[in-house]
């Protein structure tokens, strides 16, 4: 006799990591920080181990004290998850149920899929435009009166495009007030437009937005699983009920904590990366690869049919990279040297050809 168990679960597939790499290989296929931990934030979690044998603050008030004076908004707006996957999986929850809309622009990132379906919501896949930016004119026409949730990703990933400051201004002012409108910046940090969309001022514009952070990406700490939700009160409290108790560590919380006492020295590191990006834009553009400008630590390499082959390459080269076949290529930035050796092992297209 089989188990009673979900039947919609079938459907729903496991969550693809970024492939391992071998020793000495570039692992650019997870968005990581490729810089070691600052010293004060190893500083940080050393300070926290004896006291591993009890059961972190779920209110964290240390950091979430540190992110409300940060931003200016009050404490009771800020939810915390391990990690922003988690805490986008809790505004799904506190959101959507059974048979209730969720829509995202794709390709964007590869937990909204399963989240959505996780919980019962019915996922609403909205095509990027030609130039793998968000399509926003063909994302409210797709609003129903079964909306409850629109993920805007911004920067996006994979594509590393954005929405401009106006047009998601804009966009938010276009959608019903209620219908969460969710900015998931996990990129932010990379993003050098000249007028960058700022999540949290339309937060604080609109009543229907709330906007995703993580510590994961700009702030190095992936392995720790720390992010934080700003959304109005109503959904925060929400938010703190659907939260798995006790899912961020104390050490996840203190790390957080330096790191934003830390930002100086972050920041420096941030822009290398930014540097790297661009320099890996450059390279490969010039090297007749359809790559797209990317506002995050990341590139895209708009190959389709190619997607494959190129992978291979990259492996052969010592590189790790993150591919979708049929789709195409996503490339972290990571150190100089590892983009000395994505441009080594994808040479210019028409040598690769003749
Ligand atoms: C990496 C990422 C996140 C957050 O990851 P966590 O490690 O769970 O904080 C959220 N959104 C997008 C689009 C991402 O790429």
Same mark, same amino acid.
């Given at each position: 006799?089989t188990?009673?168990?979900r039947p919609?679960?079938q459907?729903?597939?496991?969550y693809?990591?970024?492939?391992?790499?071998?020793?000495?290989?570039?692992?650019?296929s997870?968005?990581?920080?490729?810089?070691?931990?600052?010293?004060?934030?190893?500083?940080?979690i050393?300070?926290?181990l004896?006291?591993?044998?009890?059961?972190?603050?779920?209110a964290?008030?240390?950091?979430?004290?540190?992110?409300?004076a940060?931003?200016?908004?009050?404490?009771?707006?800020?939810?915390?998850?391990?990690?922003?996957?988690?805490?986008?999986?809790?505004?799904?929850?506190?959101?959507?149920?059974?048979?209730?809309?969720?829509?995202?622009?794709w390709?964007?990132?590869?937990?909204?899929?399963?989240?959505?379906?996780?919980?019962g919501a019915?996922?609403v896949?909205?095509?990027?435009?030609?130039?793998?930016?968000?399509?926003?004119?063909a994302?409210?026409?797709?609003?129903?009166?079964?909306?409850?949730?629109?993920?805007?990703?911004?920067?996006?990933n994979?594509?590393?495009?954005?929405?401009?400051?106006?047009a998601?201004?804009?966009?938010?002012?276009?959608?019903?007030?209620?219908?969460?409108?969710?900015?998931?910046?996990?990129?932010v940090?990379?993003?050098?437009?000249a007028?960058?969309?700022?999540?949290?001022?339309?937060?604080?514009?609109?009543?229907?937005v709330?906007?995703?952070?993580?510590?994961?990406?700009?702030?190095?700490?992936a392995?720790?699983?720390?992010?934080?939700?700003?959304?109005?009160?109503?959904?925060?409290?929400?938010?703190?009920?659907? !939260?798995v108790?006790?899912? *961020?560590?104390?050490? $996840?919380?203190r790390?957080? =904590?330096a790191?934003l006492? @830390?930002i100086? &020295? /972050?920041?420096?590191?941030?822009?290398?990366?930014?540097?790297?990006?661009?320099?890996?834009?450059?390279?490969?553009?010039? !090297?007749?690869?359809?790559v *797209?400008?990317?506002? $995050?630590?990341?590139?895209? =390499?708009?190959?389709?049919? @190619?997607t494959? &082959? /190129?992978?291979a390459?990259?492996?052969a080269?010592g590189?790790?990279?993150?591919?979708?076949?049929?789709?195409?290529?996503?490339?972290?930035?990571?150190?100089?040297e590892?983009?000395d050796?994505?441009?080594?092992?994808?040479?210019?297209?028409?040598?690769?050809?003749?």
């Amino acid at each position: 006799m089989t188990l009673h168990q979900r039947p919609s679960l079938q459907d729903v597939p496991a969550y693809k990591q970024g492939k391992p790499a071998a020793a000495g290989a570039s692992k650019l296929s997870s968005n990581e920080s490729p810089h070691a931990p600052l010293p004060s934030v190893l500083d940080s979690i050393q300070d926290g181990l004896a006291n591993i044998h009890r059961y972190p603050s779920i209110a964290a008030p240390e950091l979430t004290g540190a992110l409300s004076a940060q931003f200016g908004i009050p404490a009771e707006h800020i939810t915390l998850g391990a990690g922003s996957v988690e805490v986008a999986a809790q505004i799904i929850h506190a959101v959507a149920a059974e048979g209730d809309e969720v829509m995202y622009a794709w390709r964007s990132f590869e937990a909204y899929p399963s989240l959505v379906r996780i919980a019962g919501a019915t996922p609403v896949e909205v095509p990027l435009d030609a130039e793998c930016r968000h399509d926003l004119p063909a994302m409210l026409d797709a609003i129903t009166e079964k909306t409850r949730l629109i993920f805007i990703c911004n920067p996006n990933n994979p594509t590393g495009t954005v929405v401009q400051a106006e047009a998601l201004d804009a966009f938010i002012n276009a959608v019903p007030r209620n219908v969460l409108v969710v900015v998931d910046e996990a990129y932010v940090h990379f993003d050098r437009s000249a007028v960058r969309a700022d999540g949290i001022e339309l937060f604080r514009k609109y009543p229907h937005v709330a906007v995703l952070h993580t510590f994961s990406k700009a702030y190095g700490l992936a392995g720790l699983r720390v992010g934080y939700a700003i959304s109005p009160l109503d959904v925060a409290a929400n938010l703190r009920k659907v !939260a798995v108790p006790f899912g *961020v560590t104390d050490l $996840a919380q203190r790390a957080a =904590v330096a790191s934003l006492a @830390a930002i100086d &020295e /972050l920041s420096v590191r941030i822009e290398e990366v930014v540097a790297q990006r661009e320099r890996m834009h450059e390279g490969l553009a010039a !090297a007749g690869y359809p790559v *797209v400008k990317s506002q $995050a630590n990341f590139v895209w =390499v708009d190959a389709g049919e @190619a997607t494959v &082959e /190129l992978e291979a390459k990259l492996a052969a080269g010592g590189v790790v990279v993150r591919a979708f076949p049929g789709d195409g290529l996503r490339i972290s930035s990571g150190t100089a040297e590892d983009v000395d050796r994505v441009l080594a092992a994808l040479p210019a297209v028409q040598e690769a050809t003749a």
